[in-house]
């Protein structure tokens, strides 16, 4: 597979869709596909760095925002059946009991095997999120730069 492109546009900030996702992109990495993460709105979460948060020159709504939203991988709720956590809490003990790897492993994995992490630039800019709260592999990027990409890739995945 190689010379190949899979770029994959994570939207959704939910446990489950962002561990496929993960799997997806460490695999196709294993195939020597290169492989760009774009991520957007509620996608961000995963990227977080919970170690490096900061309120710092935010106004109160992005304060908030900040305070009320997930604060790494970890934290993210499953898209169905999150039941206040208690759901997760089972996904993640059957895993366990799987012994498969979580979600930050996933990540980490994905880190190591040179996947490329872009960041909306317009999205971070409306949730008040900052370059600094995000893990270090992170390259912020426009719409522009996203699509094209996107249009030089062989495959594009919409999570």
């Given at each position: 597979m190689e010379n190949k492109k899979i770029n994959l546009l994570m939207f959704s900030g939910e446990y489950d869709k962002a561990l496929a996702a993960?799997?997806?992109?460490n695999t196709a990495r294993e195939m020597e596909a290169?492989?760009?993460i774009f991520f957007a709105f509620w996608g961000l979460f995963l990227i977080r760095d919970p170690e490096k948060m900061t309120l710092e020159d935010k106004t109160?709504?992005?304060k908030?925002?900040?305070m009320m939203t997930p604060k790494g991988p970890e934290e993210l709720p499953l898209s169905k059946m999150n039941f206040s956590?208690?759901?997760?809490q089972m996904l993640l003990e059957m895993m366990e009991e799987d012994e498969a790897p979580k979600l930050i492993d996933f990540l980490n994995g994905a880190v190591k095997k040179g996947v490329r992490f872009y960041g909306c630039k317009?999205?971070?800019e409306i949730?008040?999120?900052k370059k600094e709260e995000f893990i270090p592999e992170l390259e912020v990027v426009d719409a522009k730069t996203y699509l094209q990409d996107a249009l030089a890739s062989d495959m594009q995945l919409f999570i």
């Amino acid at each position: 597979m190689e010379n190949k492109k899979i770029n994959l546009l994570m939207f959704s900030g939910e446990y489950d869709k962002a561990l496929a996702a993960l799997i997806i992109a460490n695999t196709a990495r294993e195939m020597e596909a290169e492989v760009t993460i774009f991520f957007a709105f509620w996608g961000l979460f995963l990227i977080r760095d919970p170690e490096k948060m900061t309120l710092e020159d935010k106004t109160t709504y992005e304060k908030m925002f900040s305070m009320m939203t997930p604060k790494g991988p970890e934290e993210l709720p499953l898209s169905k059946m999150n039941f206040s956590g208690l759901g997760k809490q089972m996904l993640l003990e059957m895993m366990e009991e799987d012994e498969a790897p979580k979600l930050i492993d996933f990540l980490n994995g994905a880190v190591k095997k040179g996947v490329r992490f872009y960041g909306c630039k317009l999205s971070m800019e409306i949730m008040g999120l900052k370059k600094e709260e995000f893990i270090p592999e992170l390259e912020v990027v426009d719409a522009k730069t996203y699509l094209q990409d996107a249009l030089a890739s062989d495959m594009q995945l919409f999570i």
